[in-house]
């Protein structure tokens, strides 16, 4: 249950300016976390730190557990003599506003393979002690992760389930022979690993120390191809030839048509239930580890979710299925005294899930661009808002306020400039400050919404499979009135940590 009044913004770091094609844990990072301060804000919300997907999403990557290697900061690998100043020469094409993940991620790899490379051939032992440490800490999930990618690699990117059967079934004596042929290729895997962790450890600890708490995001499901799913298959829907027989999705809703079909593989929760929930509390426990409370998306799955035949064309035809419930959060209550989770509860919503959410005192989440295309009864709007509440102007998934402005129909404007009382000259300040001066204990704005920026500068377009995930921002466009207004509103309505 949240119980004190703050604030933050919400902005991957993938978002942040620096000169590598993409934010990273770099100089930048830290800067943010000094202009978060400087505004009186408590919270950095960010988007799902691991290996991003198909569509260069972060909500499919191919690990629950590892981080995305593209976060890494390349120039603190220069400092620890791994890479050269050359090395550190940015592509001619990257582009300051948006990330371009053709061009970033083989110029990121190369770079990584050569700082790996240049460790293991003069490790220090200040540096082997930190790694082995780290191998061997992180072995319940590193180990497969590692393997998993090796063979990946060797096999082409092919879906695990094209692999060699002995691959695809994890026949033990082929998997014995495979870690000796790849051996260094493990490595590399792990190495970026380890890197990835000690960098987001330093940055985490230092927003922490200067009054920044971390909140993070868990998917709720993870893609097929994965470390996850290829070493815990008994754990997944699959045929016995190890491909998906239904696949989750959500059905027509506000953002598509014709629903979303995610494609993730859903959860053989009769099999999680026999194991008290070992995988989830395991993959919670390691969420905390790198946030301080992290959202789990798409809550109401664990009520119900929408099923799909792994064949089908979209998600119109699916069917909702019962989940776990109260049965996986009492585990994660045991393991979790006090429960530092937001549910994610948008959507289809029945009287099921909030009592779900409610039994446990989790947050739940209010969209103010939601508010308007009703009347006053709509929950969205802030005079309904409760204290155990985590308010957004909008998320990753929303235009700007800006963009939608643009976009709202009359009813949704003149709804908007009478509840507001805003001429819509500033409509994102009037609305950052509705739900600021609400009851609701934490509000987040985008950064995107700070700046004052329009549609095109969305971080995600739900339904489309490309163009999404790429903004950026450049220091230039944050200007001192922003600062100072952000500032001002969080001291009136009592968010102010300062």
């Known amino acids: 249950m949240l119980t004190e009044r703050a604030s933050g913004i919400l902005l991957h770091p993938t978002s942040l300016p620096g000169q ?34 198909p569509g260069n999403s972060p909500y499919m990557s191919s690990s629950a557990f590892a981080g995305s290697i593209l976060l890494i900061d390349l120039a603190e690998l220069s400092r620890n003599g791994w890479l050269s100043s050359e090395d550190l020469t940015p592509h001619p094409d990257f582009r300051p506003d948006r990330v ?23 490790i220090q032992e200040d540096e082997r002690r930190s790694y082995i440490e780290f191998c061997t800490t992180e072995s319940a999930w590193l180990d497969d992760y590692a393997l998993f990618m090796a063979i990946a690699e060797r096999e082409d990117w092919r879906e695990w389930s094209h692999w060699p059967k002995a691959f695809v079934h994890r026949d033990p004596q082929a998997l014995r022979q495979i870690k000796n042929t790849c051996a260094d290729e493990i490595g590399f895997w792990k190495f970026c690993q380890w890197c990835f962790a000690r960098q987001w450890s330093n940055l985490r600890l230092y927003a922490n120390k200067r009054g920044i708490k971390i909140i993070g995001d868990v998917p709720i499901f993870v893609a097929y191809q ?7 298959q008994e754990l997944f829907e699959l045929n016995e030839d190890g491909r998906p027989s239904v696949v989750a999705g959500v059905p027509p809703d506000y953002f598509s048509q014709t629903g979303q079909l995610w494609g993730n593989p859903l959860y053989r929760w009769d099999i999680h239930e026999k194991t008290g929930y070992a995988w989830w509390i395991a993959r919670l426990r390691h969420a905390l580890q790198l946030a301080d409370l992290v959202r789990i998306d ?42 530092p989770i937001i549910a994610e ?20 989440m209010r969209i103010l661009q939601f508010a308007f295309a009703e009347g006053e009864g709509n ?36 709804f908007a400039h009478h509840y507001l009382d805003s001429d819509g000259q500033k409509i994102q300040w009037d609305m950052m400050r509705a739900i600021s001066s609400s009851v609701a204990n934490i509000v987040i ?54």
């Open 20 to 53: 590598f094609g993409a934010g990273d844990f770099g100089a930048d990072a830290y800067r943010f976390v000094d202009w978060l301060v400087s505004t009186g804000q408590t919270y950095w919300q960010i988007l799902p730190l691991g290996e991003i997907g």
């Open 100 to 122: 371009d993940f053709t061009l970033l991620r083989p110029y990121r790899i190369e770079r990584l393979r050569r700082a790996a490379k240049s460790f293991f051939a003069s």
């Open 226 to 232: 994965s470390a996850d799913v290829w070493s815990h």
């Open 298 to 339: 798409h809550f109401r799955g664990f009520v119900a979710y929408w099923e799909v035949p792994a064949d089908a064309p979209n998600a119109i035809h699916g069917k909702w299925v019962a989940g776990p419930g109260e049965k996986l959060f009492d585990a994660f209550e045991k393991a979790f005294p006090h429960l």
């Open 345 to 364: 509860d948008l959507g289809l919503i029945t009287p099921e899930v909030v009592a779900l959410r409610d039994k446990f005192k989790l947050p739940g």
């Open 379 to 414: 929950h969205f709007l802030p005079h309904h808002y409760v204290p155990n509440t985590v308010a957004y102007t909008g998320t990753h998934d929303n235009d700007t306020i800006l963009g939608w402005w643009n976009t709202a129909s009359d009813r949704e404007k003149s």
């Open 445 to 498: 704005f985008t950064m995107q919404d700070v700046l004052g920026l329009y549609g095109e500068h969305r971080m995600n377009f739900p339904g489309q499979p490309t163009g999404s995930w790429e903004w950026r921002f450049s220091w230039h466009q944050v200007h001192p009135e922003h600062t100072h207004a952000l500032a001002k509103i969080s001291l009136e309505d009592g968010r102010n940590t300062l």
